[in-house]
């Protein structure tokens, strides 16, 4: 915490106390009376001290109206601040000159010229002051313009600071209006001699942890370490806070708490308002403070949603750079690695960047010099959660979230320690205005031993979450039993595609589908996956899902994008696929008898949609023409379907799995001689493991939460 600096009289009081109280300590009460007097006869013999020069951080100027000041090549272009000049206000037109002291960081002070004035404000913009350094015959001006126009008359009292000039030297200066109002004030002033402070030497003492310093013979010193901030030289904390009067041809050691850039050794005579040396000697040596520099550093975490901020506050006054990284565990020995483009803004130590998903493990590497620091954000607790289970030829996620957001999700595999996302990339968005609930997703499993990548999608800056399924001892064998059906499947349709010619001049890419559905349980929406996977890997078509798409439908409702869908469906003969179950024979029931007359009666009720789309074309002359029903012989029969849409070609499955592919396709069936009974066998064999698992899992519950889409589809 950084302390407030007492008055010079309180200080030296304090440096006197303290530096009798150090040689008391040694034993030696009479010879610490003897040492004061000592010293006090040695300064009697000094010349006496000149007057302390008030020192200047930077060039600036402060007016008492709202400014902003131009200077020519010479000068550094101060800044003009509205503010109170010091000292009383002077009476129009007015031009006084001091000597004070331009200290600028990382440069050694030097003695300059302040200039205080006043004119009046009616009829001018602005003032020009014009600078003349004689004997070196160096130049400059600067101009004080006023911002904004200002009722009123009220004089313009202005302060700059400062001109540097050489010791010694008198230099000029010329006061003019703009526009030119006749009024030109001169004045000189003569820089005081500044004469050289204490000599002392020091040496670092890095095992001890100290700084030792070494007075020449002659006068006694008072020796102190402090911390150099923008003004003044700061006492450093107890109890390393020591002011010391060392004889002359005597050293002291001076213990540190830290190692750090604005450590500095300050000597000075004992007398009131002496002059004082002052050495920083590990400014421009970061090699040696680097290992501890952060220790002096306290890290204040105010991130909240989507922003990361944290503020600094240390005993320097430090300005590192701040860029994002991602630890691959919590342990501080895990490695950080950086991500491209991330610089944090940085103002008076407040560090924040925007668009970032926070997480503990998306952290901030502040870097200074040589040395670096990774600091993580404090709460443990994140704003979403996901988890992931295997079922059959699915990957399925559980996403939880407490603020509205987007989602991404890809299949990746293992090579080499990376996991490298794979096409197609699957996002959901929790909308602004919905509760805080749970989101799913369906991955279908192409490859056995397929990880997930799931990252948050609505920020720029995000950390991707690793997950891979449990394949051990049961999980296993269903999974790779899932999949290996999956992949016969394929394989057997693929041949027979081979084998079937198109007619000549016929569209060889897949025609699109639209698969429709109703959500019954968990169980069904895997089979409505794998279905449409199948249809994709398979045949080559373009399958349009609503699983696939929660985030376009989410944005635009059921009813506008379905429309839009079997639209682009009719415009490219392709074909709607309706797959019936005795859970779309409730819903259409529900549907047919609900309020609404035949509307869906949620914005994300695709059935409903759908069937209300339907019932207009089955009114229409075409009959529902583009449309087909399926249903799996083991789940529903004939008898459910409702009367109103028997009119639609229909297909049982897997019986009559060719006839459907023709329909798809726009051709005759296949004439795979195999396909029929072996793609039978394995589609009920896949039946079998999906009620099995239906089963083994507690059977079909409710509803499944929103999956993902798959951008670009």
């Excluded at 040596?285 to 105010?302: C, I, K, N, Q, T």
């Excluded at 949603?305 to 006054?317: E, F, R």
């Excluded at 007619?503 to 349980?521: E, I, K, N, Q, W």
């Excluded at 279905?531 to 376009?552: F, K, P």
């Amino acid at each position: 915490m950084r302390r407030g600096r007492p008055g010079a009289g309180s200080r030296h009081r304090r440096w006197e106390r303290s530096s009798a109280a150090g040689l008391s300590a040694m034993g030696c009460p009479v010879r610490a009376v003897a040492l004061l007097a000592a010293a006090a006869a040695a300064a009697a013999l000094l010349p006496p001290p000149p007057p302390v020069r008030p020192a200047v951080p930077r060039p600036r100027v402060s007016a008492n109206f709202e400014c902003r000041a131009s200077a020519d090549s010479t000068l550094t272009r101060p800044r003009c601040r509205r503010g109170a000049p010091t000292g009383p206000p002077l009476t129009p037109p007015a031009l006084a000159l001091s000597t004070a002291r331009l200290c600028q960081p990382s440069l050694p002070c030097q003695p300059c010229l302040r200039v205080r004035l006043a004119v009046p404000a009616a009829g001018i913009r602005g003032l020009q002051l014009d600078f003349l350094e004689l004997g070196s015959n160096r130049a400059g001006w600067l101009q004080v313009w006023r911002r904004h126009r200002a009722p009123g008359d009220v004089p313009w009292q202005v302060q700059f600071d400062c001109f540097p000039a050489e010791s010694g030297r008198r230099v000029l200066v010329t006061l003019r209006t703009i526009p030119d109002r006749g009024l030109a004030v001169s004045r000189s002033h003569v820089v005081a001699i500044e004469l050289q402070g204490p000599i002392f030497t020091h040496t670092w003492l890095p095992e001890a942890r100290a700084i030792e310093v070494a007075v020449p013979k002659g006068p006694a010193l008072m020796v102190r370490l402090c911390h150099q901030l923008a003004l003044e030289c700061e006492e450093l904390p107890q109890p390393f806070h020591r002011q010391l009067l060392v004889p002359g041809g005597h050293r002291v050691s001076l213990p540190y708490e830290f190692l750090v850039p604005c450590l500095c050794v300050e000597a000075s005579y004992p007398h009131h308002d002496s002059l004082r040396s002052k050495r920083c000697p590990f400014r421009e040596r970061p090699d040696a403070y680097g290992p501890e520099l952060w220790s002096s550093v306290h890290f204040h975490d105010y991130s909240s949603k989507d922003q990361m901020a944290m503020v600094l506050s240390a005993s320097c006054p430090l300005h590192p750079q701040a860029t994002l990284c991602w630890r691959e565990a919590a342990a501080e020995a895990a490695p950080c690695h950086n991500v491209p483009n991330s610089t944090a803004s940085e103002e008076e130590q407040v560090y924040t960047l925007d668009n970032v998903d926070v997480h503990p493990l998306l952290c901030f590497r502040f870097s200074y010099g040589n040395s670096s620091h990774v600091e993580c954000p404090h709460c443990t607790d994140t704003a979403w959660n996901v988890s992931l289970s295997a079922r059959g030829l699915q990957l399925r996620l559980h996403l939880t979230s407490r603020v509205p957001a987007s989602f991404s999700a890809a299949l990746c595999q293992r090579r080499g320690g990376r996991c490298e996302p794979e096409a197609p990339v699957y996002t959901v968005t929790r909308p602004e205005s919905s509760a805080p609930g749970e989101l799913a997703l369906l991955l279908p499993v192409q490859v056995l031993g397929s990880c997930v990548l799931v990252w948050r999608s609505d920020v720029r800056f995000a950390r991707k979450q690793l997950l891979c399924p449990d394949v051990s001892h049961r999980h296993f064998g269903l999974l790779g039993l899932a999949l290996a059906l999956g992949l016969v499947v394929t394989v057997l349709l693929l041949n027979c595609r081979s084998t079937w010619r198109m007619p000549s001049g016929a569209v060889t890419r897949g025609r699109p589908v639209l698969l429709l559905y109703s959500p019954d349980s968990e169980e069904h929406l895997a089979l409505v996956c794998a279905l449409a996977e199948l249809l994709r890997a398979g045949l080559g078509c373009e399958v349009r899902l609503d699983l696939w798409e929660a985030g376009g439908v989410g944005r635009a409702g059921a009813l506008p994008w379905l429309y839009a869908q079997r639209s682009h469906v009719g415009r490219e003969s392709g074909t709607v696929l309706l797959l019936w179950s005795r859970g779309s024979s409730r819903l259409f029931r529900l549907w047919r008898g609900g309020e609404g007359g035949g509307e869906p009666r949620d914005a994300h009720d695709v059935f409903g949609a759908a069937m209300a789309c339907l019932q207009g074309e089955l009114g229409a002359a075409g009959r529902g023409r583009g449309w087909v029903l399926v249903y799996f012989s083991r789940l529903c029969s004939p008898r459910d379907v409702p009367r109103p849409l028997r009119p639609l070609p229909t297909y049982r499955l897997p019986q009559e799995l060719p006839g459907l592919l023709g329909a798809l396709r726009g051709g005759p069936p296949p004439s795979c001689r195999h396909l029929r009974g072996r793609a039978q066998g394995l589609l009920l064999r896949l039946l079998e493991a999906e009620a099995g698992k239906g089963a083994a899992g507690g059977g079909s519950g409710g509803g499944a939460g929103r999956p993902l889409q798959p951008a670009g589809t």
